[in-house]
């Protein structure tokens, strides 16, 4: 059972264009919906973090945008750069599930064409 | 600091042999896990550990074993390797649970079972 659905699976967009990566959720319960990013060869990192309590979170040229009662959440990469290329991986997690209550998407390949 | 350490970067193993995936952490994290990531599946947690002493499964556990003797140290074992243990693993370790607190990844083991 897949508790998130990431999409697109690949994306490309041109250099200065916005790149919107898309999550859906079922689990209510969940709390804690964090993005990582992954560089080829590299472990995932932690790019940006939001708790339902807020609708939107801005770090720079990223942003999450998350809709409670549809059960989604986006990342939007502003003014995209050659260097945001990755793998992106939405999560979620709830405060109930325990040490091992984080859930991935299946990711998202970004390429920025210069 | 060196954060998660990770060893070896690349190994081929036969059907049937054995080998311990080495992790350790700097950070004096009490959770620590495995995680294997397949193409378009995301990270699929193994294992995790909530402290010394203290390990239980993930999604995947099944053909792998671990240990946590110390605070720094969490190694994966294959017991006796298959075809579709091949992967990249991934060790990571956070200071609060896995789901409510950024999780700092290893930079991986790429496995070949042939």
């Known amino acids: 059972q897949q508790q998130v659905k990431q999409s697109p699976q690949s994306l490309i967009v041109q250099k200065g264009g916005i790149s919107i990566i898309n999550c859906a959720y079922e689990n209510t319960a969940f709390d804690y919906f964090p993005w990582y990013q992954q560089f080829p060869g590299k472990g995932p990192a932690l790019l940006i973090a939001i708790r339902p309590d807020v609708s939107e979170k801005k770090e720079g040229r990223f942003t999450i945008s998350f809709n409670k009662s549809a059960k989604q959440f986006s990342l939007h990469i502003m003014d995209s750069q050659p260097g945001d290329s990755a793998t992106y991986f939405c999560a979620a997690n709830w405060a109930g599930g325990g040490a091992d209550g984080l859930t991935f998407g299946k990711g998202t390949h970004l390429i920025i064409q210069p | 600091n060196a954060g998660v350490t990770q060893t070896p970067k690349f190994q081929v193993l036969k059907t049937g042999q054995s080998m311990t995936l080495q992790c350790a952490q700097d950070?004096?994290?009490?959770?620590m896990s495995w995680y294997r990531q397949d193409p378009g599946m995301g990270l699929r947690l193994i294992h995790y550990?909530?402290?010394?002493?203290?390990?239980d499964q993930g999604e995947v556990p099944n053909g792998y074993n671990v240990s946590r003797s110390t605070t720094e140290d969490f190694p994966l074992r294959l017991l006796s390797a298959a075809p579709s243990q091949t992967s990249v693993y991934f060790c990571?370790?956070?200071?609060?649970?896995?789901?409510?607190?950024?999780?700092?990844f290893g930079p991986g083991t790429r496995l070949t079972v042939t």
């Open positions: 550990s909530v402290g010394a002493g203290i390990t």
């Open positions: 950070m004096n994290h009490e959770y």
């Open positions: 990571a370790s956070s200071y609060g649970g896995i789901g409510s607190y950024e999780q700092y």
